[in-house]
């Protein structure tokens, strides 16, 4: 069971984890686990998808905001979540 100190999927860097997915990935595809075990992987697993999910959409209003102020000099806005909706 992870430990309590453990870093909620949004604090984990993309590529930290999508190593962490591929690693749930491979121990479920053994055939080893638990069912109980599994289940507690396969959530461990979604969370980790819907954070990837987020940040991969961060990163594209990210591109989207630079592509608009190409027209004058390259510059980076503040990122808001908000301006999602």
Do not use: H, W
């Amino acid at each position: 069971m992870p430990s309590k100190a453990a870093k909620k999927p949004a604090d984990v860097s993309f590529e930290d984890a999508v190593e962490k997915l591929e690693s749930i990935v491979e121990e479920m595809e053994s055939d080893e686990l638990p069912l109980e075990t599994l289940l507690v992987r396969y959530e461990e697993g979604a969370k980790l998808v819907k954070a990837c999910e987020e940040k991969l959409r961060a990163a594209e209003l990210k591109v989207a905001q630079l592509e608009e102020s190409l027209e004058g000099d390259l510059k980076a806005r503040p990122l808001s979540m908000d301006d999602e909706n």
